[in-house]
């Protein structure tokens, strides 16, 4: 009877044993947040911990979607993210502090005023409101709020570095407003919509009268006069006429978002133009393109961010979902690295004080 019981015990002890191993799910591996990289992109280290009250803690789950440099002091950092508000550094990314009054929310477009560090512009959760704090983010006061139009967001910020009291906000559907008195009072510039959503607004950093306004799917708009004017319509796309690649392929006709812009501060009016396709050059201020050859196929992958070194203009980076590319020689020859990370890309930058520095930002896909 015993040995019958002992026999019974056992095979219920397997069953339970075997459900339990079966109902187990393999943790999600905790390589999100941000890496930094000391040496060029050779190696990657994670740099999450959060410090400050109640108690530390990580960002390994948080979904970061940019990192913004202090222009008065490159040691402080920002990072805003989806849901959890925004984040600082005053340590080169060492680790990282909440933002006591605004420590919650989707933040989706940050400015810094050039002349006072503790003075930003942020847009808040669903990013109807902008934000602005004086003293370093531990308070925050509305000084702008969508009204006007409905089903819209604002989508990006920007201050004039010639005079910071200048400030633009865009939004998604291509409206673009200005407050030339530090955010008290704003006036819309174009009655008429751009017809895409504004990623980001790039003031030439040698000519600060001249504007370009990045959007997602219309290409760029570009300003002499400040802003005054030039929404009507946007660049046109004229390539190079030794270059064969541009005009098959590269034209904004097409269906590829619009990421970024990144100005070579050694030649005026002289930048690239990145999108999920590839990258373009122009030396004219826009006026012909180049294509910049990539090592990662033609429209093939999809391109999450790039960084150019703002002191040689020769060393470029980007990333895919799942590589590291880098060129020392103006993208004639390019390396990889495969990414330390499951997730896909949100940033990636180049310390301003020692360029041998890179820092990669990790958003969080939302659960299917």
């Given amino acids: ?71 008065s002091d490159p040691k402080t950092i920002y990072l805003t993210t989806e849901g959890a508000g925004l984040y600082y550094s005053y340590n080169s990314g060492e680790s990282w502090i909440p933002s006591i009054g605004l420590n919650k929310g989707l933040i989706q477009a940050l400015a810094i005023d050039p002349k006072d560090k503790c003075t930003l512009y942020a847009s808040n959760t669903e990013s109807i409101t902008i934000l602005k704090t004086t003293d370093c983010t531990r308070s925050w006061e509305r000084v702008f709020y969508l009204k006007e139009k409905e089903a819209q967001s604002i989508t990006a910020l920007a201050i004039l570095p010639s005079d910071s009291k200048v400030i633009y906000a865009g939004t998604s559907l291509g409206y673009i407003y200005k407050s030339a008195d530090q955010g008290l009072s704003w006036h819309l510039i174009n009655t008429k919509p751009l017809g895409s959503k504004i990623i980001n607004f790039f003031i030439d950093p040698t000519e600060t009268n001249i504007i370009y306004l990045l959007t997602e799917k219309k290409g760029i708009f570009k300003s002499f006069d400040s802003g005054l004017t030039g929404w009507d319509k946007p660049l046109p796309f004229a390539c190079d006429g030794s270059e064969k690649e541009c005009q098959k392929n590269l034209l904004p006709n097409s269906n590829y978002n619009y990421k970024d812009i990144i100005f070579d501060p050694a030649k005026p009016q002289s930048f690239i133009y990145t999108s999920d396709y590839g990258i373009i050059k ?38 895919t979902n799942t590589t590291f590319y880098r060129s020392l020689d103006g993208g004639k020859n390019w390396t990889t690295k495969k990414l330390p990370t499951t997730k896909p890309p949100s940033d990636l930058q180049i310390d301003p004080i020692n360029s041998k520095i890179l820092y990669l930002t990790l958003r969080i896909p939302p659960q299917k």
């Fill in 1 to 71: 009877m015993r040995k019958k019981i002992t026999t019974l015990t056992l095979i219920i002890s397997i069953f339970v044993l075997s459900g339990c191993v079966a109902q187990q799910k393999k943790a999600p591996p905790l390589d999100g947040g941000i890496y930094k990289s000391f040496d060029q992109g050779n190696k990657w280290s994670q740099r999450v911990g959060i410090v400050g009250f109640p108690q530390g803690g990580s960002l390994v789950n948080t979904s970061i979607l940019a990192m913004y440099f202090d222009p």
């Fill in 282 to 319: 122009s030396e004219n201020g826009g006026e012909t393109w180049s294509t910049l050859m990539l090592l990662s196929p033609t429209g093939k992958v999809t391109m999450r961010a790039i960084a150019v070194n703002p002191n040689n203009a020769q060393e470029l980076y980007y990333v």
